[in-house]
T-cell receptor, first 113, second 113 residues
Framework: DAKTTQPTSMDCAEGRAANLPCNHS???????VYWYRQIHSQGPQYIIH???NNETNEMASLIITEDRKSSTLILPHATLRDTAVYYC??????????????FGKGTLLTVNP | GAGVSQSPRYKVAKRGQDVALRCDPI?????LFWYQQALGQGPEFLTY????????KSGLPSDRFFAERPEGSVSTLKIQRTQQEDSAVYLC???????????FGDGTRLSIL
């Protein structure tokens, strides 16, 4: 699976949009971008995933650049409960031994009142 | 709805003791995964089950670690002759299939004294 690079930490004001970047410059054509987050003392929580089109669900939006070398997770109106470590993961979907999730160190997002 | 349930949430054991950690996956989920998370690090893959078959145990750190899922539902991770370096959070995840998002429990925090 391709390697990802994320900033170590970010701050965001409550009520504002949080934009979390991820670089995955070696991504292959059949690799998806997944985002998980982990709130303190909880297990990782699935947020969203995408291949090349932008995706939106009730939690967040995922914007993937046209060359697919980077992406941004957007939390449109951050709340204090969104304070967590956010992990960007790239994985192949469809066959093989690609079921493993390879977590990096992620980005610690702190939402401030 | 019912998510992945893990028990106990906390386990303290003396070095050399055996421990057993339980995972109840989401009903109907075929795939089950175990991960180990050291303090300040992202989760790392240990093993994978498809129904009752253990298809990948490449991440198990030693032969003291053993996992089973005899009826294709509940899984147990057993660690024999525990060592201090086994102290970590052990996370269980399940999914409908390997191509589907994995959903995590809140983990068991294991402390070896």
């Amino acid at each position: 699976d391709a390697k990802t690079t994320q900033p170590t930490s970010m701050d965001c004001a409550e009520g504002r949009a949080a934009n979390l970047p991820c670089n995955h410059s070696t991504i292959s054509g059949n690799e998806y971008v997944y985002w998980y987050r982990q709130i303190h003392s909880q297990g990782p929580q699935y947020i969203i995933h995408g291949l090349k089109n932008n995706e939106t669900n009730e939690m967040a939006s995922l914007i993937i650049t046209e060359d697919r070398k980077s992406s941004t997770l957007i939390l449109p109106h951050a709340t204090l409960r969104d304070t967590a470590v956010y992990y960007c993961i790239v994985r192949v979907v469809g066959g093989g031994s690609n079921y493993k999730l390879t977590f990096g160190k992620g980005t610690l997002l702190t939402v401030n009142p | 709805g019912a998510g992945v349930s893990q028990s106990p949430r906390y386990k303290v054991a003396k070095r050399g003791q055996d421990v057993a950690l339980r995972c109840d996956p989401i009903s109907g989920h075929v795939s089950l995964f175990w991960y180990q998370q050291a303090l300040g690090q992202g989760p790392e893959f240990l093993t994978y089950f498809q129904n009752e078959a253990q298809l990948d145990k490449s991440g198990l750190p030693s032969d003291r670690f053993f996992a089973e899922r005899p009826e294709g539902s509940v899984s147990t991770l057993k660690i024999q002759r525990t060592q201090q370096e086994d102290s970590a959070v052990y996370l269980c995840a399940s999914s409908l299939g390997t191509d589907q998002p994995q959903h995590f429990g809140d983990g068991t925090r294991l402390s070896i004294l």
